[in-house]
């Protein structure tokens, strides 16, 4: 583990992405193929296989409660690093270089293992125990990783493309093959021991081992639509539920929700409509809360979120299922070098049973006859659409430009809360007040542009106060500092510029329009996103004033 941290000591200090790749590979090319992959997956910010289920459950309070035993300090002591970093890896080299930890320059099998027994125990206490006993061995440099690796936030400013080229570098592999495994299997471990033993040809798409979805480009109008996509173009209803792949063999089935988490306990009814299935399956698709073939509201769905034992009775009041739009694998087969055309025919040919539907599609031609559907899709109280080329291979994790989606003019942004704080008349006692942020593009750092307390329910406000307390990372009184866990989508009027968020940004009039159970971190917008809403509004008020005649 000593080396690994040196490794990423040395590639945080560089800016050069050419360098970072260099340091990173030429590091993985000394690991045997065990430690490889384990080396690789932390490096890309994951601490288990892609194939594994499992999750930390590390909170901030048991973090916090860690570093404050081991580094001998008290919550002041604590909330003063965190003042000094704002990163959770640096709090924990300080504290613990300050109390002269040694620690036993321990391996990095021996973090895996440490992590391995985590995951598995369902005990808060005794996780942890388990995670004071895993930093105890740690010298603080080492601490400082494992720390990063806990909280999943390695900031050293390596992408997981670059992770994808230092692994090509490493044993001599062309950076297109490495990409391409790393699209089918979604594990860069899995993908640097297949290069490591030059197997990369071998990446297919397994069953329950889910993967990268394939992402749309947002579209301004129809008339970008037609130009980017040609003539013909395929367009399906853009649904407001939840991102969904569905695996499905003759033994089991497995849910798995946008940010690759397995959902499959939380809706009961759809794994069992897919188990009568007649094909083992990997589709991409969408959950949504249905009655009676009528889509009902994202609220009522939001009523099913998180819940991994249903009652009969929410199951009766929020029933759910799942629309299918693509077939990825059938029977063995990968369908990803197919293209759109010959992979929806083949799910229609499936002929999928009750608890399911196939996604509402229409065949467009030319801008005006694209905007009449947009309409009729908003008509069905839906987001809008989505268009795409029907020619179009599937690519994992990628966003391009084979799918676009328009939506409304001025869209929501998907942020993650950064901080939080108390209420005050009726919601004195709660942390209903929050403060979120977006992406910076380049260098990933977390930039807030607003700040938004109303659109939650009583209930979800009581439940969201509870997991702040939980990932409070500092406590400054009114207000908390929190780690990036919650991620929000927000509806907005305008957006200005603003010199009172490091953003350059403020969102007009901010309010929640839901809280994302189903989006990680990973899924924000980014600050490019935003500056583009700003500059179209900003064109928008200008043409609308020439339209007046105000315009000269």
């Known amino acids: 583990m000593r080396r690994f941290a040196q490794c990423a000591e040395a590639i945080a200090a560089v800016a050069s992405k050419l360098e970072k790749v260099r340091l990173l590979g030429d590091y993985l090319a000394t690991l045997d193929t065990v430690r490889l992959a384990v ?3 932390f490096f890309a910010g994951r601490v288990l296989s892609a194939t594994d289920p499992r999750v930390l459950q590390v909170g ?6 860690v570093l404050r035993e081991l580094g001998h300090t008290d919550a002041g002591g604590l909330g003063a690093a965190w003042r000094r970093h704002a990163d959770s890896g640096e709090v924990a080299y300080e504290v613990l270089t300050a109390a002269g930890q040694q620690g036993e320059d321990i391996d990095i099998l021996d973090v895996v293992a440490a992590f391995d027994r985590i995951a598995s125990n369902s005990g808060a206490r005794a996780r942890t125990a388990l995670l004071r006993d895993l930093l105890a061995q740690c010298t603080p440099l080492e601490a400082k990783y494992v720390t990063k690796l806990v909280v999943q936030d390695m900031r050293i400013g390596l992408r997981e493309g670059l992770v994808e080229e230092a692994i090509g570098r490493a044993f001599g592999r062309p950076a297109a093959a490495v990409t391409r495994a790393d699209m089918l299997l979604g594990d860069l471990g899995d993908v640097a021991v297949l290069a490591a033993q030059d197997r990369l040809g071998e990446a297919a798409p397994r069953l329950f081992a889910p993967l990268r979805y394939m992402l749309a480009s947002p579209a301004a109008d129809a008339g970008e639509v037609v130009t980017r996509l040609g003539v013909e173009v395929w367009v399906e209803d853009k649904y407001d539920g939840i991102r969904c792949q569905l695996h499905r063999s003759a033994e089991r089935v497995a849910l798995f929700s946008r940010d690759l988490h397995d959902i499959t306990e939380q809706f009961p009814e759809v794994s069992a409509a897919a188990a009568a299935l007649p094909h083992e399956v990997i589709l991409d698709g969408e959950l949504l809360a249905m009655r009676e073939r009528r889509v009902l509201p994202f609220q009522d769905l939001q009523a099913r979120l998180g819940r991994k034992s249903p009652s009969e009775e929410v199951l009766a009041q929020t029933p759910v299922a799942y629309v299918a739009w693509d077939l990825l694998w059938r029977d063995g087969e990968s369908l990803l070098d197919s293209v759109l055309r010959e992979r929806r025919r083949q799910l229609e ?3 999928l049973g009750e608890g399911f539907a196939l996604a509402h599609q229409e065949h467009a031609r030319g801008a005006a006859e694209l905007e009449r559907l ?9 987001e809008g659409l989505m268009a795409k080329d029907p020619e179009s291979l599937y690519t994992p994790g990628r966003r391009g430009l084979a799918w676009l989606k328009l939506k409304k003019p001025l869209d929501t942004l998907d942020v993650v809360v950064v901080g939080a704080e108390w209420g005050h008349g009726k919601r004195r006692g709660v942390l209903s007040d929050v403060t979120f942020a977006v992406r910076d593009d380049d260098s990933g750092e977390l930039l807030p542009v607003g700040k938004a307390y109303s659109g939650l329910t009583d209930a979800e406000i009581a439940e969201m106060t509870q997991l702040l307390l939980d990932i409070t990372v500092s406590d400054h009184g009114h207000y908390r500092r929190v780690l990036p866990r919650i991620v929000l989508e927000v509806a907005f009027d305008a957006v200005m510029v603003s010199p009172r968020h490091r953003s350059g940004f403020a969102l007009r009039f901010p309010r929640i329009a839901h809280w994302r ?12 996103k935003v500056r583009r809403l700003a500059e179209l509004l900003s064109s928008q008020r200008v043409q609308k004033v020439d339209a007046a005649g105000w315009g000269g």
Not at 374 to 382: G, W
Not at 517 to 528: F, G, P, R
Request: proline share 0%.
């Open 60 to 65: 901030g309070a048991a973090l916090s409660e």
């Open 517 to 528: 159970h189903d989006k990680s971190v990973d899924d924000i917008d980014t600050l490019s």
């Open 349 to 351: 040919a499936l002929q």
């Open 374 to 382: 947009f309409a009729d899709a908003r008509a069905r109280h839906n």
């Open 39 to 41: 080396a690789a997956r």
